[in-house]
């Protein structure tokens, strides 16, 4: 679905590394520059580092506050013209401020960030209020450490902790359930005879938070993805500030929830006939809950009684005998394991869990709609997950090395003796 209506990456934003770097140049250039000692260069350039190096380019708001730190820079060396004439710093640092503003889309005129990042912040803006307690504290803090978990297919559960698992899990079962934040998901079986089930229903409560929001809950269900809570509203709190809202990315099959006051994301997608769902949350939430709260999906896995995988391995529901590579069987999905392996190498070139998932899907329902699905929930690893040498997991071999071969299900002598799947 992303092609139909690409959602915001990290990757596809302007290289703010790039970025990074010329205001690191800038930095020490003003520092060692000797033209003009009273000019003001060098404190501009470190507020407006100060103003953006907490962005997230995967946050929905990410264009409004860069713009805001843009036009706070463009003052500050404005106010410094004459005393900083002469200087090729600041005529290279407004060259620059020009062209990130062209590149943005934003407008000279419009709100500016705080002149003063370290005694004002927004307590709805959960970067905002950690900065806050760092320059509160007079000691530097270390950033927020995010978390990622997702859930697809049949399902497939990537735990806050990097966690790969395929469990059966058929009913309402927690996600997430923390003092901020539920997460409830509701699996039904996908094709008899099988223990695979798929998510058709999911509900999210946002607990209310100060003057942020409103407790609000989101409801979504097959063929039934609104862009709304269940009161009809799409934002809480104050609908200025933005703590919380709902962008519609693709009109009944694809929306991102924004909570900025917990630092939050959530995605839920509508592909075939069931849902899939991705959240980014900080570390210091995922882990505030009560000890009654334990049963949580993201954070602990599934219980080993629901489990299908063997170890990180995903059993194939092939019917028959075991195959050699290459081999004719005929499951009653229809595919067979050679062309399941060619229908995901389609969309994922890179055959880690994602891939392996998407054949395992195919050979137990025979639904294509779960190949766009394994697709789709790589894509949303790649948008949210803060680790890029953690995106992608590796099926361990029996020996401990990294399979990287579709060979590597057969070699192990993992292929299912019945339709129904290992347990």
């Not at 463009?74 to 600041?90: A, F, I, M």
């Not at 005129?109 to 760092?134: F, I, K, L, Q, V």
């Not at 790969?164 to 079962?173: I, Y």
């Not at 990294?402 to 799947?421: E, H, I, M, N």
Request: aromatic content about 8%; proline content about 5%; charged content about 20%.
């Amino acid at each position: 679905m992303r092609s139909a209506a690409p959602s915001r990456s990290p990757r596809a934003e302007p290289p703010l590394a790039a970025l990074r770097l010329l205001l690191l140049l800038l930095l020490l250039s003003a520092g060692n520059c000797q033209l003009q000692t009273s000019c003001g260069i060098q404190k501009c350039t470190t507020d407006f580092v100060s103003f953006t190096s907490h962005l997230n380019a995967a946050l929905e708001d990410f264009d409004l506050e860069f713009c805001k730190a843009l036009r706070t820079y463009s003052v500050c060396t404005y106010r410094n013209s004459k005393v900083c004439r002469g200087n090729l710093v600041y005529h290279s640092a407004v060259l620059g401020i020009g062209d990130l503003m062209t590149q943005r889309n934003c407008t000279k005129d419009g709100p500016t960030s705080s002149t003063n990042p370290e005694m004002t912040h927004d307590p709805c803006n959960y970067s905002g209020h950690t900065e806050a307690r760092e320059h509160h504290g007079g000691e530097k803090t270390p950033r927020p450490t995010y978390l990622f978990c997702g859930l697809f297919g049949d399902p497939h559960l990537r735990t806050f902790k990097d966690h790969f698992q395929t469990c059966k899990v058929e009913g309402a079962w927690p996600l997430v359930d923390n003092n901020y934040l539920s997460v409830q998901v509701t699996n039904v079986p996908v094709v008899p005879g099988s223990s695979a089930t798929a998510t058709n229903k999911i509900t999210i409560i946002f607990k209310s938070y100060q003057d942020c929001t409103d407790q609000k809950v989101y409801q979504a269900m097959t063929d039934d993805l609104p862009a709304a809570f269940v009161d009809g509203t799409t934002s809480g709190g104050d609908g200025n500030t933005r703590s919380l809202h709902i962008v519609e990315k693709v009109s009944g099959k694809y929306i991102e929830i924004h909570a900025r006051y917990i630092g939050t994301t959530v995605y839920i997608r509508q592909l075939g006939h069931y849902l899939t769902l991705a959240i980014r949350m900080p570390q210091e939430l995922v882990m505030a809950y009560e000890e009654s709260q334990d049963l949580q999906l993201c954070v602990n896995g599934c219980p080993s009684s629901e489990l299908i995988d063997q170890s990180g391995h995903l059993p194939l529901p092939v019917m028959g005998k075991l195959l050699p590579w290459g081999a004719v069987a005929h499951p009653r999905s229809g595919y067979t394991l050679e062309a399941a392996t060619m229908k995901c190498h389609e969309k994922m070139l890179v055959k880690d869990i994602y891939f392996y998932s998407c054949v395992f899907d195919l050979l137990t329902t025979g639904d294509a709609n779960f190949t766009t699905a394994a697709h789709s929930a790589l894509q949303d690893v790649e948008a949210l997950h803060p680790s890029k040498e953690h995106w992608h997991i590796f099926p361990r071999s029996g020996s401990g090395s990294v399979g990287r071969d579709s060979k590597f299900f057969v070699s192990l002598g993992l292929l299912c003796l019945t339709v129904v799947v290992c347990l």
